[in-house]
């Protein structure tokens, strides 16, 4: 009964915001450019400062877990043959196949794990994440990419291809954002001594930080939309169960049999908001970027959404029983 409390208690507010947003789109309060604008803000402002600000605190150099680091990336690069794998094997037209790959790895680590490894974990287990992410952002969107020239019909991939994909990488405002904060890490005594003199400063970047999970949460719930789910009924249905159901138990598996080897503990929130979390809102702007189907996209983002109410809820029952949490 503590375990299912405890993961109640992580999940209720989260789905309650979006929930909220949801009932503000339906009484017309939140347009559709109004969602826009907050996922625009959210991405661009919110989510960059709130990162900046766990990687500029990181007390120590220790946080850099390699071990975890390492299996992470292997994870992330495993779930990812998988989804070549069933998009090939499983028939269905050729614009579906990259969008059902890319669900594989390409999970809503930032605007739901962010607020969900905060709630299971605290700073610590955020501080995890955002390490953790400084290797996979970058990692998922050269997959990404390259999901969608794969499964292009020439299937090439050139050099000015790949530069052009890591040059876009880079200039994320997450990853931005991360290398902000390492510089501000490096320079830690003249940086903390700005933020003593002039805390007018670290108080702005606390306000910002804090907006970044209620806006999130929010934009993702006024953005349901249910009436086509049936048109893609069939993709969708395989697309959730892998992403919400075989990923997680894969990864998760692995872990556990590996857990004599690498020490995971205070990592869990994190693994869970990378390999349990719904499809990212994101993967509907790369889709679309990379001239692919987006409405599936977003239809694979509802559907892993709310399902995720549910079995983000069992994950983490089991493992607050199993004291992993």
Known sequence: MESLLFAFNALAPLMALAMLGYFLWRLGLFSDDVVDVLHRFVFYVALPVLIFRAISTIDSTAVLRWDVIGFTIAMVLIVTLMGFV????????DDHRPVLAQIFYRGNFM???????????????????????????????????????????????????????????????????MFIGVVALVFRAPWELLMTAVTAVPDTIDLIAHTAT???????????????????????????????????????????????????????????????????????????????????????????????????????????FMALL
């Not at 998009?87 to 269905?92: C, K």
């Not at 991939?157 to 931005?176: D, F, H, R, V």
Request: proline share 4%; hydrophobic share 60%; charged share 10%.
């Open 86 to 93: 069933v998009a090939y094997v499983v028939g269905m037209p």
């Open 214 to 320: 209620p806006m999130a949460l929010i934009a993702i719930g006024a953005q349901f939309r249910f009436g086509r789910v049936r048109l893609y009924a069939r993709v969708v249905i395989i697309g959730t169960v892998s992403r919400m159901l075989v990923v997680p138990l894969l990864v998760f598996g692995v872990a556990w049999s590996l857990r004599g080897v690498i020490d995971f503990s205070g990592a869990w929130p994190a693994l869970i908001a990378l390999f349990a979390s719904p499809v990212a809102v994101s993967s509907v702007a790369v889709t679309r970027g990379l001239m692919g189907n987006d409405e599936l996209a977003s239809q694979m983002v509802l559907s892993t959404t709310a399902v995720a109410v549910v079995s983000l809820f069992v994950f983490i029952s089991v493992m607050r």
């Open 111 to 177: 605007l739901i794990g962010i607020p969900l490894t905060l709630r299971l974990g605290g700073d610590e287990a955020l501080t995890t994440l955002i390490v953790l992410n400084a290797f996979i952002i970058t990692l998922t969107n050269v997959l990404s990419i390259v999901t969608f020239r794969v499964f292009e019909a020439e299937g090439r991939l050139t050099p000015a291809g790949l530069y052009e994909m890591t040059k876009t990488s880079m200039k994320n405002p997450l990853m931005i954002a």
